[in-house]
């Protein structure tokens, strides 16, 4: 059973336009989300995050939004370039013990088109 | 430069071998992480070591081995038991309480 996913396997957007990337939860433990990029053959890297009890954060181009009662999580990248064209994976994140569990989404394949 | 090191990026086994993947930190992180990335699944825990001589298995282990013998060093071992090795493997790490990961740059590895 997929806890965290990302419905849009794809998306393409023209360049200075909004992305918009969008993840799904099912369990209301988790008390964090990130959002990590990754390019092709290479490691993630981490992008954004936002704890549980806010619902906006904001980091320059990239704002990611939390609708707790929806359990959905959005990453907005305004203006978009195409040097963001990459894999975007949301994670979310729960504690327990001192120890935090992760779940990753199956990722989103942003294209901004020049 | 702190970072995470795997290696190598490309590997090649034929199928009934066992072959080790090298992943090494210099970030005095303590936890460290195995994920394996299939195409349409995301990235999916095979194991993970939160001290040196620890180690639990994650959502997929079967198949594969780790050891930790030094708080650096995270070797995965993918058995010839591992049914569809084929994958890019990625290995991270963090600081225990810590949430963010810094991970590899990844290992793919093919069976021929």
């Known amino acids: 059973d997929q806890q965290v996913k990302q419905n849009s396997p794809s998306l393409s957007v023209q360049e200075g336009r909004i992305s918009i990337l969008n993840c799904d939860y099912t369990?209301?433990?988790?008390?964090?989300f990130l959002w990590y990029k990754k390019y092709p053959a290479e490691g993630p890297t981490f992008l954004i995050s936002?704890?549980?009890?806010?619902d906006k954060n904001e980091d320059g181009r990239f704002t990611v939004f939390l609708n707790k009662s929806a359990k959905h999580l959005s990453l907005h990248i305004v203006p978009s370039q195409p040097g963001d064209s990459a894999v975007y994976f949301c994670a979310a994140i729960w504690s327990t013990s001192g120890t935090y569990k992760y779940i990753f989404g199956t990722g989103t394949r942003l294209k901004v088109l020049a | 430069d702190g970072g995470i090191t795997q290696s190598p990026k490309y590997l090649f086994r034929k199928e009934g071998q066992n072959v080790t993947l090298s992943c090494e930190q210099n970030?005095?992180?303590?936890?460290m992480y195995w994920y394996r990335q299939d195409p349409g699944q995301g990235l999916r825990l095979i194991y993970y070591s939160q001290i040196v001589n620890d180690f639990q298995k994650g959502d997929i282990a079967e198949g594969y081995s780790v050891s930790r013998e030094k708080k650096e060093s995270f070797p995965l071992t993918v058995t010839s038991a591992q049914k569809n090795p084929t994958a890019f493997y990625l290995c991270?790490?963090?600081?225990?309480?810590?949430?963010?990961?810094?991970f590899g740059s990844g290992t793919r590895l093919t069976v021929v």
């Open positions: 991270a790490s963090s600081m225990k309480g810590i949430r963010g990961y810094t």
């Open positions: 970030l005095n992180h303590d936890a």
């Open positions: 369990n209301s433990m988790f008390d964090y």
């Open positions: 936002i704890s549980s009890i806010k």
